[in-house]
């Protein structure tokens, strides 16, 4: 799904227990990302209901046990883990069955965990690392297949040019900013189709 259609999703109805984030598109990551905490969590519970880690730290098997116990503190969690690329085993060698075998296993404790998921905790698992297109299509297309168990995949792929020149003209009204059609372009030729500076910039202007 788009980020649009996951703000639509969760604004309607209750979130899901895990979802998978992709892309390196992170503007609008970081809009999903503040969504859901405020859907999911209030003020008073995040210190206690969000957790942030990271699998260069950590494992999945970690993840899930973390994810199964409950919070002396808060009925509602978030567990936000990046770097899910990092759950796929490494090929050292010429045979894969092993990494295979793993991953294989690491999907299955995924799965198993998502047939009875906790109640009130959402597991938002990040790959942030690959984007959609040249040499990166593939390897993020494992990692899309690794976490196939979860069904709730948000793709974050870059702004096009029409799109964002859209943002641009969206946040020069939110901020009450008029800018003419050259100067926008400059703008946006600068940010060089980055939402996040194109974002930066504009609230410096304003």
Sequence with gaps: MSPEQFLARIAKST??????????????RRICKDALIERVLTPEARADGLTQTDLENTSISEVLDDARSLSLFTTERIIWVASAELALPRRLTSNTEDGEEGERSSG?????????????????????????TGEDKPKLDRVEKFFSAIPAVVEFRQF??????????????????RIGGAELAVLLDACAGDASRLASEMEKLS
């Design 15 to 28: 979130p899901a227990a895990a979802y998978l984030f992709l892309g390196q598109e992170g503007y609008q």
């Design 108 to 132: 299955a404790q995924i799965a198993n965990y998502l047939k009875q998921p906790t109640p009130g905790t959402v597991l938002v698992f990040e790959c942030s690392r690959y984007d959609f």
């Design 160 to 177: 096009t040019p029409e799109s964002s020149r859209a943002l641009a003209q969206d946040l020069a009204k939110k901020h009450g900013l």
